[in-house]
């Protein structure tokens, strides 16, 4: 089946601590994107990539890192400089960035710094 | 950006139609509307979207008011398995012919029976 596959699901994480959460697509979607997710809020854009080696940065991208090195695959390091990293984290592609068609969504990873 | 206003929440009993508005007044003449919605801990959910027609699926039926300042997500036979929260959202254009999608808080909509 395709679709979007990120993991871990739940990661905890020591303060001070670099970490980095997959995504992969097998749709041979164009454009890839991330979300963060805070309890009770809507989702903010923290990084998107239209093609293969390149990306930009979203409304939140301060602390965060990206690489788009594969087509399929886009993965988000959160860094130590990220002050309140403790969030769902939703992975999303698109057949190409400008496609009017719908946004496909991973099933979220679950960050919680201690 | 365009904004999008929604009701907090929303009842609906089991088999009933659920019609959930947003306001877009802002709104550009070739910005789309986007509907998703989303079960707690889950991915977010396409639903439909439209441009100034009505359109409807499998799913729901999106109604577009002639001046495309508001909308109303119609779900005709609600179930259970439709509480969730519901984002109304307007494509936003970013760079060239880039776009993103801005999800405000939603409506949670929460079906009983």
């Known amino acids: 089946d395709g679709g979007i596959t990120q993991s871990p699901k739940y990661l905890f994480r020591k303060e001070g601590q670099n970490v980095t959460l997959s995504c992969e697509q097998n749709l041979n979607h164009d454009a890839m994107y991330w979300y963060r997710q805070d309890p009770g809020q809507g989702l903010r854009l923290i990084y998107y990539?239209?093609?293969?080696?390149?990306?930009q940065k979203g409304d939140i991208a301060e602390g965060y890192s990206v690489s788009r090195e594969k087509k399929e695959s886009f993965p988000l390091t959160v860094t130590s400089a990220q002050k309140n990293p403790t969030a769902f984290y939703l992975c999303?592609?698109?057949?190409?960035?400008?496609?009017?068609?719908?946004?496909?969504f991973g099933e979220g990873s679950r960050l919680t710094v201690l | 950006d365009a904004k999008t206003t929604q009701p907090p929440s929303m009842d609906c009993a089991e088999g009933r139609a659920a019609n959930l508005p947003c306001n877009h007044s802002t709104i550009s003449g070739n910005e789309y509307v986007y509907w998703y919605r989303q079960i707690h801990s889950q991915g977010p959910q396409y639903i439909i979207h439209g441009l100034k027609n009505n359109e409807t699926n499998e799913m729901a039926s999106l109604i577009i008011t002639e001046d495309r300042k508001s909308s109303t997500l119609i779900l005709p036979h609600a179930t259970l398995r439709d509480t969730a929260v519901y984002y109304c959202i307007v494509r936003v254009s970013l760079t060239g012919t880039a776009s993103k999608l801005t999800f405000g808080t939603g409506t949670r909509l929460q079906v009983t029976l």
């Open positions: 990539s239209q093609i293969v080696n390149d990306f």
């Open positions: 999303a592609s698109r057949a190409h960035v400008s496609n009017t068609g719908e946004l496909f």
